[in-house]
């Protein structure tokens, strides 16, 4: 590992740390906690870097059977609304059995797929806590200025409608 990587993941990691001390449930209107982390492509992604532009941030976990078939659905989607900012963000459900689950890993599971979002990031696994996540897939449909707009859990009729409905009021 370069010394810039090094740092870069030393910094990733304080960063989710110091983000993690404040947990309580995520509610519509609140603003988005930070997320940051490596992208796929081995560069950093930050959310408050990110465009200022509505956002899908998908939360999955590579053993999550429904995750497989929501992540080419959302890179249709991404295709279809090109106004909105899809990320999709792999959270670690435990960080000492996940933890063989790196950037190659997370993009074999990718490739895997029929299609994914252009933006994959390596989470950790206190975004789980800090989104108060419970079960995966997990939806967070954001406004513009990052301020939460809807919360879908899982993946079924009613999530994909909730999604469909929430893409197309987004101009």
């Known amino acids: 590992m370069t010394l810039s990587k090094y740092f870069s993941a030393s910094l990733v990691s304080l960063v989710l740390c110091f983000a993690a001390v404040h947990v ?3 509610e519509l209107g ?8 490596r992208k796929t492509d081995d ?31 959302l890179a249709k989607k991404e295709k279809q609304y090109p106004q909105v900012e ?3 963000v792999h959270a670690q459900m435990n960080a000492e059995t996940d933890s063989n689950y790196d950037i190659e890993h997370i993009q074999f599971f990718i490739n895997s797929l029929s299609g994914s979002p252009k ?6 696994p206190l975004l789980k806590s800090y989104y108060d996540i419970k ?9 513009s200025d990052n301020s939460v707009e809807g919360i879908l859990s899982g993946f079924n009729d009613r999530t994909v409608i909730q999604l469909e409905n929430w893409l197309k009021k987004q101009k």
């Open 30 to 37: 609140d603003d988005a906690p930070q997320i940051v982390g």
């Open 119 to 124: 933006t994959v990031v390596l989470g950790s």
């Open 43 to 73: 560069t950093l992604f930050a959310l408050t870097r990110a465009e200022r532009k509505p956002k899908v941030i998908n939360f999955f976990w590579v053993k999550c059977l429904p995750c497989k078939k929501e992540i080419p659905l």
């Open 86 to 88: 899809f990320i999709v």
């Open 24 to 26: 309580q449930a995520l």
């Open 135 to 143: 079960a995966f897939p997990y939806t967070v449909l954001l406004a």
